[in-house]
């Protein structure tokens, strides 16, 4: 499994951009990199995926270091609802997901 | 449905007891899969059925738990003589493919307290 390196927390004000980094040297040259998040008292939901180019979605955008030992998830304008523990997943020839400690982010109003 | 649903929303167990805990997948998506929270950030992967067959099950700890996934009915975890540590929100999720790169769809978990 790929280990993963998240900052334990984060701090944003509303309306600002967040830059989540993720660090995952071990990563295999086939797998892709999920994010996940968890909202409070909920489950996890998805966030985005990538395997070596940037991509974006409604939520957010992915940018991949050329090495892939590194991600960053880019929340464009932070909302009071992005309040979550977010989650760089990265994914090996199984389904499961292998969570680590994940990023706390706290956004201020 | 459209979304995961989990029964029940908590659970209450003296240590010892059994503990049984559901979940109905979205409708359409053929794998399942159980993670337990222990503490907040913690999540541990149990097992996943394919279907009714068992698709992983390296997480599951062989004594006390088991789990199934019948047709035409919610998916089971069972836990047979809770102990303390068995204390968690246990979440289900589901998704349409085993691809890597295909999305889970969590529940809102069950919290199990084992007293």
């Known amino acids: 499994d790929a280990k993963t390196t998240q900052p334990n927390s984060m701090e944003s004000n509303e309306e600002e951009p967040v830059h989540l980094p993720c660090n995952h040297s071990?990563?295999?040259?086939?797998?892709?990199i999920h994010w996940y998040r968890q909202l409070p008292s909920q489950g996890p939901e998805y966030v985005i995926h990538?395997?070596?180019s940037n991509v974006n979605n409604r939520m957010a955008s992915l940018a991949i270091a050329e090495d892939r030992k590194s991600s960053t998830l880019i929340l464009h304008r932070a909302t009071l609802r992005d309040a979550a523990v977010y989650y760089c997943?990265?994914?090996?020839?199984?389904?499961?997901?292998?969570f680590g400690t994940g990023t706390r982010l706290q956004v201020f109003p | 449905g459209e979304e995961v649903a989990q029964t029940p929303k908590h659970l209450v167990r003296g240590e010892g007891q059994k503990a049984k805990l559901y979940c109905a997948p979205i409708?359409?998506?053929?794998?399942v899969f159980w993670y337990q929270q222990v503490l907040k950030n913690e999540f541990k992967f149990l097992i996943s059925?394919?279907?009714?067959?068992?698709?992983?099950e390296t997480g599951m700890p062989k004594e006390r738990f088991s789990a199934k996934c019948l047709p035409n009915s919610p998916c089971s975890l069972e836990i047979q003589a809770t102990k303390l540590e068995d204390s968690a929100v246990y979440f289900c999720?589901?998704?349409?493919?085993?691809?890597?790169?295909?999305?889970?769809?969590f529940g809102p978990g069950t919290r199990l307290t084992v007293l």
């Open positions: 999720a589901s998704s349409q493919s085993s691809l890597r790169t295909d999305t889970q769809y």
């Open positions: 071990t990563i295999s040259g086939t797998d892709y």
């Open positions: 990538g395997l070596t």
């Open positions: 997943i990265p994914g090996e020839f199984t389904d499961k997901l292998i």
């Open positions: 409708k359409g998506h053929s794998y």
């Open positions: 059925f394919q279907n009714e067959n068992v698709f992983d």
